[in-house]
């Protein structure tokens, strides 16, 4: 089994040790942190493949946590365990960028399942240092082995919005005003038609997978480590 870095933040020192144990006998690298200043005072919020998130803690709460991830560390995975188990609690932690939310009743042995079944799911991490660079100025590609490809407009269009939303899904529509496109049936098709070309022709120039992945119901998402340089597009292309 891979062996993932993963955070506790837990303010019950009898459950987070019992967590980090726990963990660690699953064959993990774990750390506990009692709370949310502690596990920003680590400095190593990005190398956690997955953290555990109490809501309620002293000081700044899991939610701020989970919304500090989602933007700042788009691939860690997010459990939250909490005893706050109504359906609006529930919908405030997925909306804050949790991936699964758990009851902290709930047996150790399901947590650590819970954990396996989101790290089977979470995309490889980008080796430290190296990332996508999307070149605005130059309209280029850069990917993490330093192959350069060069973008259409619209490829551009494309790539700069899902990269700005750091992981997160972006609508067909949103893409499609950026790249100056109505958000009609026929559109939406070319849009997918033209993002699996995009995947091809990066696939094709430098023998590396796009990280982009489709959202059902929703549009895409860049799931890797990326960063745009150079000013932002402001006209449309055709």
Not at 125 to 138: H, N
């Amino acid at each position: 089994m891979t062996q993932h870095r993963i955070a506790v933040i837990e303010d019950d020192s009898t459950l987070r040790e019992d967590l980090v144990d726990y963990l660690d006998l699953q064959g993990h690298a774990v750390v506990g942190f009692a709370t949310a200043e502690d596990f920003h005072a680590s400095g190593h919020q990005h190398e956690f493949a997955l953290a555990v998130l109490d809501i309620v803690l002293p000081g700044e709460s899991g939610l701020k946590v989970a919304e500090w991830l989602r933007v700042h560390s788009p691939r860690t995975g997010i459990i939250i365990l909490t005893s706050l188990g109504s359906s609006a609690d529930q919908v405030r932690g997925l909306k804050a960028g949790a991936d699964t939310y758990l009851a902290k009743n709930a047996p150790l042995d399901v947590i650590a399942a819970n954990c396996e079944s989101l790290l089977r799911r979470l995309p490889p991490a980008t080796p430290a240092g190296e990332a996508w660079q999307l070149d605005r100025a130059a309209s280029l590609l850069k990917t993490p082995s330093g192959a350069m490809i060069h973008l259409t407009w619209s490829e551009m269009a494309l790539l700069e919005a899902l990269i700005e939303a750091h992981g997160q899904p972006v609508a067909r529509a949103s893409i499609l005003n950026r790249q100056g496109r109505k958000d009609t049936l026929n559109n939406e098709r070319n849009l997918d038609g033209a993002t699996a070309r995009l995947r091809r022709k990066v696939m094709e120039s430098a023998g590396e997978e796009l990280p982009v992945r489709p959202c059902y119901g929703i549009g895409y998402q860049f799931t890797a480590e990326a960063v745009c340089t150079g000013r932002a597009s402001t006209g449309h292309g055709g």
